[in-house]
């Protein structure tokens, strides 16, 4: 059940570079 906390965590962070990339481009 540990992989799949790890996966979550991969996923949030991966969405995080997606939306501060995001934001970078915004500006």
Not at 9 to 16: D, H, L, P, Q
């Amino acid at each position: 059940r540990s992989v799949i906390k790890v996966l979550v965590k991969e996923e949030t962070f991966c969405t995080t570079l997606q939306q501060q990339a995001s934001l970078r481009r915004h500006i």
